[in-house]
C-alpha cells in the first residue's frame, strides 16, 4: 500500500537541485504529501506546489521560530490563501521555548491568534511545541473545538492520552533513534488509530539514512518501526495510518 507523508517541507533549500525528481518520486510510489508552511513565503509555495501536483495538499501558518514575518497584512494574505481547497489545515503554529527567537509572551499571543483564524474558517489546525508542553496544552484547552495535529509528538504518554480525544499524533524518524525510549512508550500506548505518519523532511530523516536529508518516501521506515513496536503487520499500519491522515486534514478517498 502506499503511504501518506503527513508533513514535508519540500520548498526547503535542501530540496533546490533535484525537486522535481523527489516530487517524481512521490508520484510514482506515495498515495500524497501535505507540505507544510512555516511562514508567508512557504505558505504560497505549498499553495503553488498544491496547485500544480494532483499528489500535494497545503497548510499556511507562522512556526513560532519564523513569527518576525506575522503581521495584520500577512494574516490576510494567508485568509486568501486559506480559502483554496487544497489548503488542508493551518499550521505549523505553536511555542518553541527551544530556540526562544521571540519571548514567550509574543508567541502565545500568536498562537492564539492563529487559533482563533483556523476556528473562523473552520480547518484543523498542525501543531509545534519544543520545551513548551505545558503552555502548548494550556493555550489549546482555551480551544476546545479545535482539532489537529501535534507534530513530530515530543510530551509522555499520559499528556498524549489527554491529547488524543481531539488531536493525533504526528510520529516521525526520531522514533528510529537510538534514544527515542519515551517516544517509543507513546507508540506501544496510544491506539494506532491516533497516529499519523512524517518526515519533516529535509530534518529527522529515520534510521538507517539519519545524517542524510530526509525525503517523504523514507515515512516508510516510520511506518515499519510502528509495526515492529505494536507487533502488527506493515500493511495494517500503512492502511490506518492513510486512513488517519485522510479524517484529520478532510481528504475523502474519491478525491487524490
Ligand atoms: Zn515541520
Known sequence: MKLIDSHAHMDNDAFDCDR????????????????????????????EYANKYDFVYATVGFHPDEISGYSQESLEILEDLAQDPKVVAIGEIGLDYHWMTHPKEVQQDIFRKQLNFARKIGKPVVIHSREAMEDTINILNEFPDIKGIFHCYPGSVESAKGLVDRFYLGIGGVLT???????????????LEKLVLETDCPYMTPAPFRGKRNEPLYVEYVARKIAEIKNIDFETVAEITNKNTRIVYGISEEIK
Open 177 to 191: 533513534f537510538k534514544n527515542a525510549k519515551k517516544l517509543i512508550e507513546v507508540v506501544k500506548e496510544i491506539p
Open 20 to 47: 522535481e525528481e523527489v516530487f517524481q518520486r512521490i508520484e510514482e510510489k506515495m498515495d500524497f504529501i501535505v507540505n507544510i508552511g512555516y511562514d508567508l513565503e512557504s505558505s504560497k509555495k505549498s499553495v
